[in-house]
């Protein structure tokens, strides 16, 4: 693919001065990650990225809804349930690869959004204010 096909660091999204890198939503034919170096994050590859992370995002929402409907079939064999396995598997390494690619584009912040974010072993349970 043209554009910069660079391996950076995973989590390293910042390159140079105003430089950014972008984990694109697709791999190289050897099955690496593909990454974007741009001073713009709305140029041509990136509005491509943008269209295929939408698409896959969309699939995945379409194949889950398939899958619960023919989990809800009582005579359902193992070939169509290997079958659409598989395609789950694909579409979540997918949609983690867009999740992954998006949180490494969010900008840092000093400090967390409340008491409960800086305590992740805390359980949703114990927020404050919310009583039982």
Request: proline share 7%.
């Amino acid at each position: 693919m043209t554009g910069h096909d660079v391996r950076a660091p995973v989590g390293s999204t910042r390159v140079g001065r105003g430089s950014s890198v972008r984990l694109l939503p697709w791999s190289t034919p050897e099955g690496k990650p593909c990454y974007l170096v741009t001073d713009d994050g709305d140029g041509y590859l990136s509005r491509i990225a943008d269209v295929r992370e939408s698409t896959q995002l969309d699939m995945a929402d379409q194949l889950l809804g398939h899958a619960r409907a023919l989990l809800s079939e009582p005579k359902v064999d193992a070939r169509e349930l290997r079958f659409v396995a598989a395609r789950l598997v694909e579409s979540l390494h997918d949609t983690l690869r867009v999740a992954r690619s998006r949180g490494e584009r969010l900008p840092c912040r000093a400090e967390p959004l409340d008491r409960h974010e800086s305590n992740p072993d805390r359980r949703d349970d114990e927020r404050p204010g919310e009583g039982r």
